[in-house]
């Protein structure tokens, strides 16, 4: 009976967790649209692993985009100008497990609100977290 309780117990917790989680992307997504919208794994070109960013600022806006490996080294830093702007970006290593910890941080030099975008590889699928930070 006690073993049957905790199962109930573990299924609750998942679901509350699922659900809170596809909720707070989805009010993040329209709350705030002069933040980066979105870090897709595109798939990749000569077996390197390609993602685009997407911001959907509707207003002209200059960001600084850093990217970052799993040491916390910087892997490129560069200003972005413009409205709905799309990039890509190309990861320089064919070991995808290389790639786990690359964050992508987003910084609207105007409002000094960050994104922060965490890669996280596994054998079946690519992941992609995003944390929002505001500098004071």
């Given at each position: ?63 600084i ?40 941080e ?23 977290e ?7």
């Amino acid at each position: 009976m006690k073993k049957t309780m905790n199962n109930y117990k573990m299924i609750a917790i998942g679901l509350v967790t699922v659900l809170t989680l596809g909720l707070s992307n989805a009010t993040f997504a329209s709350n705030n649209p002069d933040v980066p919208s979105a870090l897709k794994f595109m798939g990749n070109v000569n077996n390197f692993p390609v993602f685009q960013l997407e911001l959907n600022n509707s207003t002209n806006a200059e960001f600084i985009v850093t990217v970052r490996d799993a040491d916390k080294k910087i892997l490129l830093s560069e200003k972005i100008k413009g409205e709905k702007i799309s990039r890509r970006y190309k990861l320089d290593s064919e070991d995808m497990s290389l790639i786990t910890g690359t964050t992508f941080e987003v910084t609207n030099k105007l409002t000094k609100e960050s994104s922060v975008y965490v890669i996280d590889v596994n054998t079946n699928r690519t992941v992609v977290e995003n944390t929002i930070i505001t500098k004071l």
